[in-house]
């Protein structure tokens, strides 16, 4: 029985994706069968592991909308026991034609409950907002990774974001977890940088991990090639904090 982790952010650019598709490739090179999904019509996740769909492809919208099954959809990546449901940007359509359908915020719950028994984790890369996608994402997640930039504005849409979990808690999913903020693009030279670590450390109301993801070129270019960084360049400092943040979570749940 899969775990099923959301990696969520309203705001863009954190780290969402890069996190959600290296943490995948990581537990995946420990030996764990890993699902992606990709919640975001940019369909970044999708590209990133080297998929590429038409607009109108079969994809996520298709399931979610159409009741078509998951494993007609779900494509292998290139590496072992790393598999994702992809996106298109025809995604972006169902939050609008899932208005007004019954029980529309547990559409995501009732595909992954099809599959849930071929992984040992499920990760969602959520888009940059708190609408129908995402709240479907809220509802299906088990608990939540929250990438915060080290940079300016970063606890910027934090409270919203906190307000909207205690809602999907209170009505749809009332174990939803947070497993933590994730400092992301940390650059230790930078006072900045270490401001905003300490803020949150200090200031956020849950749990922040240990592991701290540094701003390193090989993340933002191994996308580019379609290569998660374990595959890029898993010798850079990269590579070793999502490895390193697989473990911690391989240890938490
Ligand atoms: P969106 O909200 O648009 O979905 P996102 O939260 O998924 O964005 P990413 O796409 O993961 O964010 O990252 C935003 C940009 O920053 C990308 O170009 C990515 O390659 C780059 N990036 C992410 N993490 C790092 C890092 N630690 N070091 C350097 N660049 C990074
Ligand atoms: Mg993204």
Redesign the pocket.
Known sequence: MARIIGVI?A?????????ASNLGAYLSAMGKYVLLVDL?P?A?ATSALDVHLADDHLNLYHALVDGQEPEAIIRKSRLMGFDILPAASSLAGAGVELVGVDERESRLKKVLDKIRTNYDYIII?S??SLGLLTINGLVASEGLVI?VQCEYFALEGLGQLLQTIELVRKSLNPQLKIYGVLL??FDRRNTLSRQVANEVEKNFPGPVFETI?????S??EA?SYGKTVFQFDPGSK?AKAYHQLAREILNLI
């Not at 705001?11 to 996190?19: A, E, F, I, L, N």
């Not at 993801?213 to 070129?217: A, D, E, L, N, T």
């Open positions: 952010n705001k863009g650019g954190v780290g969402k994706t890069t996190t975001d940019q970044n890369d888009p940059p990438p992301t693009m993801i540094p701003r390193c070129v993340l933002a996308p990269g």
